[in-house]
């Protein structure tokens, strides 16, 4: 994924979010799906990454390039001893003759003295959309022995012992320099230098994104609260950050003002913004968030940036993590859900409800189900008084007196899967 650099600053192609939130889900399911290639058995796994065959052999799998089509890294031999093998943290392990990273031995490294930073720690919780996979798969991590300093297999020449400090993933200094990536930052001054949040680090002349500078401003750099669309500004322009596509200024923003609003929108005293684009018919004054994805101004109601139709923001709230309603309509997500009573509806789960006369999946009704005996089982099934539902599905062929779920699905002729539904024969 590359980052286009013009004049010092970082900007992306917002048009490809969408399809690499698709790839990525793609690519979960794949990897869920396809057994490991090569006839490769696991006895137990160790960590995400390590683990142990049905040869009593070590193995490394290797993590796959962020939406990659291969739905399985090949698990490759580590030549250690299995006895005395252990695993550090995050990639690094060793034996009693060796380090590895990554599954390789790391031949100048120390096996007694060997220790690893905890590069990875300001990284939790941090509400930033994809790095788990992404960054882990393209950044490495520092470990240390008694004479050297490395990044991943490789030792960082000339890095001093004492004085070395890991900020996080990304970012690293000794008393000398500052390190990107396990590479000297250029012009960083070590002596200010002190991180903001994972990618985001500052020093006392700039504010750097991934090792790039896109401020120079430090003193008044601030990172605005947002979890999928992140904001930022310093004393001359407002920022729209996305975690693994760069940085973009606000062009007009009015950066006194400016502020983010919910997980998705900024605004300042005259416009509403998402991204770095203007969210044209939106009233500044009165724009509000209400709940989760949900936000509404005097004249309509959104969820996410989509308008939710015939909604009514006076009477407008939400009541379940996708459902909504307003005195006159049911809305799921932002779709209006059609015949249903906003009077009467209650939820079922998150993604069904009923009223008195339907229950509805999403926002389609279930044809026949009885919405006064409708309610919802384990493991993906439902029930009403005459049929069992997989998925919300009718399964009319299922005995519905018999049916249970201890401690499988079944009834008195079959045994189901709980995944599809469908008959164990």
Request: hydrophobic content about 35%; glycine content about 4%; proline content about 5%.
């Amino acid at each position: 994924m590359k980052l286009n650099r013009s004049n010092g600053k970082l900007n992306f192609n917002r048009s490809i979010i969408l399809a690499l939130s698709i790839s990525c889900m793609q690519t979960i399911i794949l990897f869920a799906q396809v057994p490991y290639p090569n006839n490769y058995e696991c006895k137990e796994f160790l960590n995400d990454n390590y683990s142990i065959g049905i040869n009593d052999s070590i193995y490394y799998t290797p993590i796959l390039p962020p939406f990659s089509s291969v739905a399985r890294s090949t698990p490759q031999k580590v030549e250690a001893d299995p006895t005395s093998f252990q695993i550090f943290k995050y990639y690094y392990a060793k034996d009693k003759n060796n380090v590895f990273y990554k599954g390789q031995i790391i031949l100048e490294a120390d096996q007694k003295s060997f220790e690893v930073f905890d590069s990875i720690n300001s990284y939790q919780n941090q509400d930033i959309l994809f790095p788990p996979s992404y960054i882990t798969h393209s950044f490495n991590f520092y470990g240390k022995d008694n004479k050297n300093i490395y990044y991943g297999a490789d030792i960082i020449e000339n890095a001093d012992q004492k004085s070395f400090k890991v900020f996080s993933i990304c970012y690293a200094k000794d008393n000398q320099y500052v390190y990107y990536r396990g590479e000297i930052l250029k012009n960083a001054d070590p002596l200010s230098f002190t991180d903001v949040k994972i990618a985001f680090a500052k020093d006392k002349t700039n504010v750097y994104y991934y090792g790039n500078v896109f401020s120079n401003c430090p003193n008044s750099f601030v990172l605005l609260k947002g979890r999928y669309v992140k904001y930022a500004k310093d004393s001359l322009n407002a920022y729209y950050i996305h975690p693994t596509l760069g940085v973009d200024t606000i062009e007009n923003a009015i950066v006194k003002s400016f502020r983010s609003i919910g997980d998705l929108y900024a605004t300042d005293d005259k416009s509403i913004f998402i991204g770095s684009s203007f969210f044209e018919n939106s009233d500044p004054g009165t724009f509000a968030h209400i709940k989760d994805n949900f936000y509404k101004d005097k004249n309509n109601v959104y969820h996410q940036w989509h308008k939710l139709e015939k909604a009514i923001p006076e009477s407008f709230k939400v009541i379940g993590r996708w459902y909504s309603k307003d005195s006159e309509h049911i809305y799921y997500q932002a779709l209006l859900v059609p015949h249903a009573n906003p009077e009467y509806f209650e939820l079922v789960d998150n993604v069904c409800g009923k009223d008195k006369k339907n229950v509805y999946f999403t926002e389609n009704i279930i044809p026949g189900a009885d919405p006064k005996s409708f309610t919802a089982l384990r493991y993906r099934w439902q029930m009403d008084d005459n049929f069992i539902y997989h998925d919300y599905e009718k399964k009319p062929l299922i005995d519905r007196n018999t049916f249970s779920l201890e401690p499988e699905a079944h009834d008195k002729n079959y045994s189901y899967n709980k995944f599809t539904g469908e008959p164990i024969k």
